[in-house]
């Protein structure tokens, strides 16, 4: 688990030591140019091996320091260059240079190859060498979301799970599987045809619903499976059972297979009312032993997705939404209606309601434990009371899913009474030099 990470020189003027809270929420507040985001993109591009993140990045040296006494460190070795070590091995040198110049810029198709040493930037018209590119135009190129292209660091045990929920969270952007040529400039020598790379997104709540209904359906033939697989077997098991269940065990493990019926009705997911208490015998408890089994191996399968489910529908129905419910439904995922049950579109809800569905959309079904989430400020376009709320619902979620956060943030509603777990790079930054 990562507990401390050191900056030497971000944006060649900031040197930060920043302690991860204990308590698995560590909140980093400053203002604009101080690097907050900044922060979180570091931690995310090491788990994406991105490369050329760093080497476009301006900083001196970092340092992520874990409990496990792996420590990485990356230091910046003149303009194109960044050396890493992984507890203490060999250093390892990525670079960026002409000859993997061109694989990088595959990324951005709006700057082309001339000739030789030259390229095209079609945004401007403007042409530039190579050493150009390099020094003063790739570093302040637009980030792109794949990484399958750039410059690829080693592996890095403690960071192989990290989750990126970045500012923009109300779109995403759709691979597109069409490309069409049109005319294209004639430059000496050859021509160039320019291909056409639309920037298709797709609503996220919308994405979110379709891929929660799979995973409904996912889930209930899972459980379909298993049910037929336990049935078919269940006369032979019967006559083989030698172990007896007492009387309290099994009114105890009844009232959990009660609890988990009653929840799955609740949620849609089920039309069939929770079974009646058989009676016990003591000349049934083998037989009642073998029933009880199986019905827990049926249901199992849903306990962590009906926590999640709960946690989900809870938050945003009793704690956000005024004048309207969030409904788990098998054919569309979740759905809403009004508080009269006027069903509305998804696309009918305000950008805060969008916000803060996607928001713990993807910490709740999104994450898996152990994960470290990095949340870019969490308060866009939420209402002062939400903002209030998103802390205390944080750690409930924290305590499900077993992950630790890192939030980004300018709002003390979002900090509330949490002053504590936060992190002023203003108050912490050593700059004194400059």
Known sequence: ?????????????????????????????????????????????????????FIRLLFKEITLEFNEQEIVSLRKKGDNKVAIEVSGKQSKEIFLDKGNLNKVLRNYPFI?????????????????????????????????????????????????????????????????A????IPGRIYPGRIYMDEEYPDIFAKTIEEYAKELRDTIKETLAKSSQITQQLDSSFPRR??????????????????????????????????????????????????????????????????????????????????RFNFKRIDISKDEGFKFSTEHGTPLALGDLSSGEQQEVVLLYELLFKVNSGTLVLIDEPELSLHIAWQKQFLDDLFKIIELQKISVIIATHSPQIINEHWDLTVDLEEISQCGNI
Do not use: C
């Open 1 to 53: 688990m990562l507990k401390r990470i050191i900056i030497k020189k971000l944006f060649d003027l900031f040197d930060y030591t920043i302690e991860l809270k204990e308590e698995g929420i560590t909140i980093l507040t400053g203002p604009n140019g101080y690097g907050k985001t900044t922060v979180l993109k570091i931690l995310d591009a090491l788990a994406s091996k991105n490369g050329l993140f």
């Open 238 to 319: 019967l006559f083989d059972q030698t172990k007896e269940i007492s009387e309290n065990q099994f009114n105890q493990r009844f009232d959990k297979v009660k609890e988990i019926q009653n929840a799955l009705v609740k949620f849609g997911l089920s039309n069939i009312k929770e079974d009646d208490h058989p009676t016990f015998k003591k000349e049934n408890a083998k037989a009642l032993y073998v029933y009880i089994h199986d019905i827990q191996k049926k249901l199992d399968v849903f306990s962590g997705f009906l926590d999640k489910l709960k946690i989900f529908t809870e938050i945003l129905n009793e704690r």
């Open 178 to 181: 069409r490309r069409r040529q």
């Open 112 to 176: 082309r190859p001339l000739h030789e040493d030259h390229w095209l930037d079609q945004r401007t018209d403007n042409i530039y060498d190579s050493e150009t590119l390099l020094q003063n135009i790739l570093p302040n190129l637009p980030e792109y979301s794949d990484h399958s292209l750039t410059i690829k660091l080693p592996n890095i045990s403690n960071l192989s799970n990290v989750y990126f929920i970045r500012e923009q969270r109300l779109l995403r952007p759709v691979q597109s």
